[in-house]
T-cell receptor, first 115, second 116 residues
């Protein structure tokens, strides 16, 4: 398996534009997580899905942020409209919750810059 | 709510020597998991080592070992025989077993520089 795949790796956009980040989890994994990494706040969980259903979105900062998982192999995180303070690295991670299997596998992240 | 604290923003060590990174956490739960992740300049988050709270024995993975002190809520990472490739940011993370969510709570990270 190629691991968790995120696209794009880098995104530069102007303030006010819509941004869509994409994630393909590892095949067979039933949990998917979106994290954001900034210098000020470190790594924060934004939202997570279990079996394609959003379970906890309490980490989503504002209504400008939305996430979907239309099927087991694809998820998106959308920011509309984007603002400079959204600049960060966004990670997607997936895991397979079976018994005591706890390891989360991370993608390489998308570095978002909003100018 | 659980919290994870890494009090050392930056550390350095000479190649081949040993270094210990500190981590403390706060929780009212009795069963949980603790992790150390490595983030090299490539940005990839790599799992280094995992500890189950119900296990008294400290986890070990080759040159990496932990000192897990449950009563003190301390979880330090020891890197032996440091190598240049160990240069990275290291994150301590907590995962609750309750609810089986798989959510990770991260510390602020420690940047480790291994010097030749």
């Amino acid at each position: 398996d190629a691991g968790v795949i995120q696209s794009p790796r880098h995104e530069v956009t102007e303030m006010g534009q819509e941004v869509t980040l994409r994630c393909k989890p590892i095949s067979g994994h039933n949990s998917l997580f979106w994290y954001r990494q900034t210098m000020m706040r470190g790594l924060e969980l934004l939202i997570y899905f279990n079996n394609n259903v959003p379970i906890d979105d309490s980490g989503m900062p504002e209504d400008r942020f939305s996430a979907k998982m239309p099927n087991a192999s694809f998820s998106t995180l959308k920011i509309q409209p984007s603002e400079p303070r959204d600049s960060a690295v966004y990670f997607c991670a997936s895991s397979q919750k079976t018994g005591l299997n706890t390891e989360a596998f991370f993608g390489q992240g998308t570095r978002l810059t909003v100018v | 709510a659980q919290t994870v604290t890494q009090s050392q923003p930056e550390m350095s060590v000479q190649e081949a020597e040993t270094v210990t990174l500190s981590c403390t956490y706060d929780t009212s739960e009795n069963n949980y998991y603790l992790f150390w992740y490595k983030q090299p300049p490539s940005r990839q988050m790599i799992l280094v080592i995992r500890q189950e709270a119900y296990k008294q024995q400290n986890a070990t993975e080759n040159r990496f070992s932990v000192n897990f002190q449950k009563a003190a809520k301390s979880f330090s990472l020891k890197i032996s025989d440091s190598q240049l490739g160990d240069t990275a940011m290291y994150f301590c993370a907590f995962m609750s077993i309750a609810g089986n969510t798989g959510k990770l709570i991260f510390g602020q990270g420690t940047t480790l520089q291994v010097k030749p």
